[in-house]
T-cell receptor, first 114, second 113 residues
Framework: AQSVTQLGSHVSVSEGALVLLRCNYS??????LFWYVQYPNQGLQLLLK??????LVKGINGFEAEFKKSETSFHLTKPSAHMSDAAEYFC????????????FGKGTRLLVKP | DGGITQSPKYLFRKEGQNVTLSCEQN?????MYWYRQDPGQGLRLIYY???????QKGDIAEGYSVSREKKESFPLTVTSAQKNPTAFYLC????????????FGNGTRLTVT
């Protein structure tokens, strides 16, 4: 069965510091991987996705993530945090093929200190 | 602009009453989904529908019902059988292509007292 683990329910960084949010997955078939961001009382917005091809994926707002098959990881990074990055971030996996199953991690809340 | 509209944004009901949450999309997506979000628990799938007049139960369907009479609409009814209905409800849609992401509405916060 698929699963997604996000390490750390809360991550705190200083403005300008590196952001690293961790995501590990398990899947018996090649996965499709996604990162979403959620601001308070809003829906989820797609940051980036990995389907096939280049393992380093660039997304919106300066975020990027690298798919590492050997480590079953898809960590999200941003070189320099901005106050507006404070939000909750969700990693999700969708099984390959025509499967309709999306599995979400429990989320990581990013706090940005001035 | 295309998107998903959920209404209302906030909903208050008394225990024992059924309540219906609206979800409309103009993205021409075939698949639609309902998720429930509780603090610290991520998103849990309630129901999903791949085509009109067809839908499947997700992980936590008990106490909920849906219909899919039109491609654009996927309303969710929270029945009195749902033991703990207070939550944030998110509707989403996607195309059925391989690797397609979910597109989300802005959610409805339901409070039952």
């Amino acid at each position: 069965a698929q699963s997604v683990t996000q390490l750390g329910s809360h991550v705190s960084v200083s403005e300008g510091a590196l952001v690293l949010l961790r995501c590990n997955y398990s899947s018996s078939v090649p996965p499709y991987l996604f990162w979403y961001v959620q601001y308070p009382n809003q829906g989820l917005q797609l940051l980036l996705k990995y389907t096939t091809g280049a393992t380093l994926v660039k997304g919106i707002n300066g975020f990027e993530a690298e798919f590492k098959k050997s480590e079953t990881s898809f960590h999200l990074t941003k070189p320099s945090a901005h106050m507006s990055d404070a939000a909750e971030y969700f990693c999700a996996v969708r099984e390959g093929g025509q499967g309709f199953s999306f599995i979400f991690g429990k989320g990581t809340r990013l706090l940005v200190k001035p | 602009d295309g998107g998903i509209t959920q209404s209302p944004k906030y909903l208050f009901r008394k225990e024992g009453q059924n309540v219906t949450l609206s979800c409309e999309q103009n993205l021409n997506h075939d698949a639609m989904y309902w998720y429930r979000q509780d603090p610290g628990q991520g998103l849990r799938l309630i129901y999903y529908s791949q085509i009109v007049n067809d839908f499947q139960k997700g992980d936590i369907a008990e106490g909920y019902s849906v219909s899919r009479e039109k491609k654009e609409s996927f309303p969710l009814t929270v029945t009195s059988a749902q033991k703990n209905p207070t939550a944030f409800y998110l509707c989403a849609s996607s195309i059925t292509g391989v690797g397609s992401p979910l597109h989300f509405g802005n959610g409805t916060r339901l409070t039952v007292t």
